[in-house]
């Protein structure tokens, strides 16, 4: 069994910021890449920000200069600093991540809102 996590949503006003986590836990063997998507009402889930097992980083051209992303490996656990946070950030966040735990197959957390008031 595995679990994957996120907390840290919550309430903002604009030009705030917030940091998300994201854990796995359960029979794992190793992680590959970790991500971030969102979804807005109405809207797509679309990929916020990526890291691969080697560090390698990738952002939405919307979030670029203003989120982080990091994991911490030793934790299985994958972050999201966000700042200079803006009213059309809000949506719901969920972490995607990609594991080998009796096969390799992609999980995902249940989701954590962010809402960001003007």
């Known amino acids: 069994q595995v679990q994957v996590v996120e907390s840290g949503g919550g309430l903002v006003q604009a030009g705030g910021s917030l940091r998300l986590s994201c854990g796995a836990s359960?029979?794992?063997?190793?992680?590959?890449?970790m991500a971030w998507y969102r979804q807005a009402p109405g809207k797509q889930r679309e990929l916020v920000a990526s890291i691969s097992s080697t560090g390698s980083t990738n952002y939405a051209d919307s979030v670029k200069g203003r989120f982080t992303i990091s994991r911490d490996n030793a934790k299985n656990t994958v972050y999201l600093q966000m700042n200079s946070l803006k009213s059309e950030d809000t949506a719901v966040y969920y972490c995607?991540?990609?594991?080998?735990?009796?096969?390799?197959?992609?999980?995902w957390g249940q989701g954590t809102q962010v809402t960001v008031s003007p």
């Open positions: 359960g029979s794992i063997l190793s992680i590959n890449g």
């Open positions: 995607n991540v990609l594991l080998v735990a009796g096969g390799i197959r992609v999980y």
